[in-house]
């Protein structure tokens, strides 16, 4: 594949103003895309050869930190789904919707924030379309912005207990964060003598991000394997963070139905979902907290995301570069 | 004396690889051919559709394909998922680690559902004729069929159903020595999965030398990308279940009566088998200023006492990397293979230790489900030595006032009056400081016993918090854990790599967590 024309919108999302996007995110590039990288490209700006390995790099939605410092799966569950902001950091979000204490759906998104300002500064009136369809209907333009007509991220109705999502609000889960993470990562690095190969020393020894997410070790490593064969590595496109099916073998249903059917995706589609709602189907009778995982009613929607699966997928381009590992930082 | 392991079948004599043998470890002297009429019984899919059929696959990946050519479209075991481990896959690739064996293995599961995977195999190499470990689900009769290839002319054994780990005959041998209650074994069952490619630890194409054939397998190539991640929740889990509701279910058939409780207050009082657990840290990421997350089932039944029966849950336990350090230097902590390599420190993720057993959770919680223990007894029970999550002595000898037979009748039984009688009674004519005598006293605070054991267990976190801060009281812990690994080492054969567990200098030497925090040896 020659160079890409353009970078499309995430999940190739209907989009008048596509260019406008392409343009922000060569931006992007431009600030990850350095000397320093050599083993780092934009796809705009340097052949895909045909061929070219596209390895899909998942993880868990659940955040990676919480489970490894709250002991009791309640309580972990319970905190995540109280607080978006603090806790929900692997790339995906979710809130939930109840009936009494039952849940009635969980609804997940991978949306980057930067796709929504992109939207909001071309064209307003589809955003709050979008919102008073996906969140609310009482939503106002009025309500998404700043006194200067900024988009505001963590706006009311993104961040509204309960109720449903826009996109991402955790500041450390955006497409620019994810492009650097993956840039950062071409560089090989070399401890005492030793090449820095597991996850977490890669992380902690070249500043990739938080060692005991989930998200950052794994596309670090990703990308760093690449580059230590040589490779060269980007992103393929359309450019963005997706919902991989949930891992549904096991959940047992009043019915017997798999739940599998009860992922219902909301934008996107295939492989590049970017939100999806978990919920039973009306003519079913039973509500989602009817739902038994290894024998526990499904209280929280962190049971749901412990089994909900978040992927990128890097582009690994054959070459020949020589190694010059950087000791760590 | 006869090989009663699960080594047996490794060393019979050749027989004909186109017939189903039946080597019932326990039972059969050797193996012996199945009838046609013994064949059709069988209810599992590779029964039905490969070996009632005339197929004896070969390898590994016959199986799988064979299984998939001869079911229709859109059925789930027209999928397989695959995934790899290893206790030595996480090694750095290099000169240092050239020869050594990484013990590296698929795991191949068939269909999906509800309850999980009907077939699942384990091989080596997914192209070599022989060395096959299969389960599959019988849909006749419950349970999980055993099978086994052996040689190169892959000869096929029927080694025993699910139930057959809780008949005496065949009860700890064969297959049985190593799945205890029938259920899927998968050790390594919690985040982060040490030795299984997972997100938390990704297994890399450089494991395998540059010739090995299995490195360009589509097994490998196409292994499930979350992993451990995946086959904990969507096949170990449910299959474990799917096998207790079975078990559990049988009882309900058979009028109530359960002829051999034993079976199930084993699977409580005693260590049948083990989980593995380590903390989130990796050994090479280490940092003295890190806080190691220490799993919590070290410390305590966190999963019977407090998701079960909703008792206090445990806090963070957590001790500094600094003095985590210290203590591997202390005791000499490495790896080694047996064969020459050894490696200082500890495994992949730091601090391994083991936990009560997921199938003997579930089978705690269909036993107060279906109304063989109360919660009050059970708490009680559970509540007798709490500090020693595993190999409890103390809880052990309460076995000896089981009754030999429960009823149970609209969910409910005289089971739980008659046994904890029989203790108090023990208890009353005992003297002071039996584990009897200690039931007594968590018995006797009563129905409302939530407040008071809740009260015994916060006093107990904070004994542990404290030792943890301190060089001395971390120190004992990381004895202990050694000790209980030494004990699962050399009493259980799942414990059957060299690479799978720490070596560390510390003299083999009784040990048991006290009330106070404190760690008692000798």
Known sequence: MPKLDSFSTPAKLPDPNAADWSARVERLFAKSVRADRPQFYDPTKSNTPPGSERPIVSWVAFPAALRASVPSPHQRWKLADEDRLSFQDEYCEWTVARSGAKITKVTFTTEVPEYWEHLFETAPDQVVALYQELVDPRVKQADLQDSEGNYQRQNRWNNIKPGRLAHLIQPASTLSAAVELVAAATVARVKNGVPVTNQQELVRCAQLGNPLRNSDPQISAAANAAARAGDEVSLADPLGLYLGRPLTSGIRTPDNADAAEFWKIERGHGEHVVRARFEVPANRGYLVGDIEIDGRPVEFGGQIADRVQVTVKPIVKSAHHALEPKPCK | ????????????????????????????????????????????????????????????????????????????????????????????????????????????????????????????????????????????????????????????????????????????????????????????????????????????????????????????????????????????????????????????????????????????????????????????????????????????????????????????FTVSGAIYAKSLEKFDSHLSDGTGFRQKGDTHFCFLALERAFEDQVVLRKAITIGLLTRRLAACLLMVDPWNPIFSGRRRALLAHLPATALIANAKSSFSDEFSTAILDAAAAGPTGTPEAEFAERWAVGTNFSRHFNSLLKDYYRAVKAQLRRQAGFDSYFRLAAERRRRFASTMPIAEFSLLLPVTDIAAKTRSMQSDGTVREG
């Open chain 2, 1 to 316: 004396m006869p090989d009663e392991s699960c080594r047996a079948f490794d060393s019979i004599t050749p027989i004909d690889p186109g017939v189903l043998q039946r080597f019932l470890v326990g039972v059969d002297a050797g193996p012996r051919q199945m009838s046609a009429a013994e064949v059709d019984a069988l209810g599992d899919p590779f029964a039905r559709l490969l070996i009632a059929q005339g197929t004896f696959p070969r390898s590994a990946e016959a199986v799988v394909e064979s299984i998939k050519a001869a079911v229709g479209a859109g059925t789930p075991l027209k999928r397989h998922s695959s995934f790899i481990l290893g206790e030595g896959s996480q090694l750095s690739v290099g000169p240092k680690t050239a020869g050594v064996d990484r013990s590296l293995r698929f795991v191949v599961t068939i269909g999906s559902g509800p309850d999980g995977p009907d077939i699942f195999l384990s091989a080596f190499d997914p192209k070599q004729p022989g060395g096959i470990e299969l389960m599959a689900w019988d849909r006749n009769e419950g349970g999980f069929n055993f099978y086994r290839s052996t040689g190169p002319k892959a000869i096929w054994m029927f080694a025993g159903n699910s139930r057959d780990a809780l008949r005496d005959a065949t009860r700890g041998k064969g297959p049985f020595e190593s799945h205890r209650s029938g259920a899927l074994l998968m050790k390594e069952l919690k985040s982060p999965w040490i030795n299984w490619h997972s997100p938390d630890a990704g297994i890399a194409a450089n494991v395998f030398a540059a010739h090995d054939r299995r490195r360009t397998h589509e097994w490998f190539k196409d292994k499930e990308p979350t992993g451990g991640l995946s086959f904990e929740a969507e096949a170990a889990r449910p299959a474990i279940s799917r096998w207790a509701d079975a078990r559990f279910s049988r009882f309900e058939s058979d009028g109530g009566n359960i002829n051999r409780p034993t079976m199930i207050i084993e699977q409580i009082l005693t260590t049948p088998t083990v989980n593995i657990a380590t903390t989130h840290v990796e050994s090479g990421a280490l940092q003295p200023t890190d806080l190691l997350d220490l799993p919590t089932g070290f410390f305590i039944d966190a999963e019977g006492l407090s998701e079960t029966l909703g008792l206090e849950a445990p806090p963070f």
